[in-house]
């Protein structure tokens, strides 16, 4: 498994948030979601300007085997979405810390993040899932 | 208690991701299931399949008991070697499992049946077969592995002993045959498959099975998992036992027609009802669907059609096709307008004849 990048932040459900320079909050999902989920074949992304709430499903991964929801871990506006997956959603799989990201938030209470898991957090728990 | 085949550490060793299926641990990929499907289509790929449960039936009167036990009929095996697809049926007609049975003499027939419903076929076939005093012997010292792709007969061909080659070269379709292969080990070869590709399967006594997947591995053919085991038979056309049909379900309500063999005179379990059935017209029809937008069709979820509902038996992205397919149960009668609940929404589909490929191409209207 590649390594986890230590300045991402991480829902229980898998999903990473990278607090941008910009204030801005960029999501996708993890190497270890990815893998679990085999060969993403579609992606359903929310509408730009779209207004989300924290833990609520924004987005769905569709991989060959199954459907997963995706979680946003910000709450706040949708200002980008990867329309790159449209044509090559394999990019997931392939880069799920880089390319493969899914939208970006503009966070309306930036104290969310400190709720996230930290990534040696999420390391520890995905040890733990193993066992 | 999970049972392993013996490649189990070579899947391992090949960066497999494990899963369970059956109560087997077996390879679902080796890192991308799309990959190893196109791979089939388009080369040659292998599976272990070693949890499939091979029985031989031993006895004076083999075919007599199978006459009785299959709705094929095995009197179309006239050949050594000979194989048919057949379903056994319980004695309200539902499928008890389907199989693959072949013919080596009228005291020597082999069974090939799924892993996952091992215990209750060995149960139903061993209980028949007393009436007939036929031996059911099951064979755990056997794996086996299967070849496919427009490339997998010659690969391994190119592994057999010389004087092997040419007879496994002109095997026909569905037919099988021993030869010796690499180290003079002994191969049953069966021209048989599940991918819609042509291919062999294999029956290999366990202690060569490693050194037949490497030899296979060095011949270029490429290791595939179950995940694209399913996506290769689901656009192939093909049934999966327990998700497809069940003993809930009549051979005539899942395409199965074909299998079955209403021939003069043979008395097989199941056969009053079927023909019950058949007079009486069946009430559901398995139909294929395309997806033409994007999303995937999968198992469990509602069809709407003008006569009512139905529901997506098996379901899957079709790497082939760069599209969703699916098989679904539906009402029979003219279907109309047909959508597919996908979460909530719904969503038109089409619906068609299958296969959906065959030889490597999608099939016309596809």
Known sequence: MSEIPGDLKFLKSHEWARAEDNGNVRVGISDHAQGQLGDVVYVELPEIGASVQVGHGVATVESVKAASDIYTPVSGEIVEVNEALADSPETINEDAYGEGWLFVVKPSDRAELGELLDADAYAEQLENEDH | MTEKTVLNAT??????????????????????????HHAVRQDAGM????????VDLHGERTREFLRHLLANNVDKLKAQGKALYSCMLDEQGGVIDDLIVYFFDDRHFRLVVNAATRAKDLAWIEQQAKAFGVEVKERPDFSMIAVQGPNARDKVIGLLHEVDRERIRK??????????????????????????????????????????????LAAGVKPAGLGARDTLRLEAGMN???????????????????????????????????????????????????LDEKGVLRHGQKVLTANGEGEILSGSFAPT??????????????????????????????????????DGKPCEGI
Do not use: C
């Not at chain 2, 899947?11 to 190893?36: C, K, T």
């Not at chain 2, 599976?47 to 091979?54: E, K, L, Y």
């Not at chain 2, 009549?250 to 005179?265: C, F, K, V, Y």
């Not at chain 2, 539906?330 to 719904?346: H, M, N, S, T, Y």
């Open chain 2, 321 to 358: 096709l760069n599209k969703a397919v699916a098989f679904a149960r539906i009402p029979a009668g003219e279907p109309g307008e047909v959508r597919v609940d996908i979460r909530g929404r719904e969503v038109p589909v089409r619906v068609v004849k299958y296969p959906f490929v065959r």
């Open chain 2, 171 to 216: 095997l026909g379709k569905f037919v099988a045959a021993a030869a010796q292969g690499p180290h003079g080990m002994p191969l049953f070869i069966a021209r048989t498959g599940y991918t819609g590709e042509d291919g062999f399967e294999i029956i290999v006594p366990e202690e060569h099975a490693v050194a037949l997947w490497e030899a296979l």
């Open chain 2, 47 to 54: 599976f272990d399949v070693s949890h499939m449960t091979v």
């Open chain 2, 240 to 290: 999966l036992y327990g998700q497809d049909m069940d003993e809930t379900v009549s051979p005539w309500e899942a395409n199965l027609g074909w299998t079955i063999s209403l021939d003069e005179g043979r008395d097989f379990i199941g056969r009053k009802v079927l023909e019950a059935q058949k007079a009486a017209g069946v009430k559901r029809v398995m139909v294929g669907l395309v």
């Open chain 2, 11 to 36: 899947h391992r060793a090949l960066g497999a991701r494990m899963v369970d299926f059956g109560g087997w641990d077996m390879p679902i990929n080796y890192g991308s299931q799309i990959e190893e």
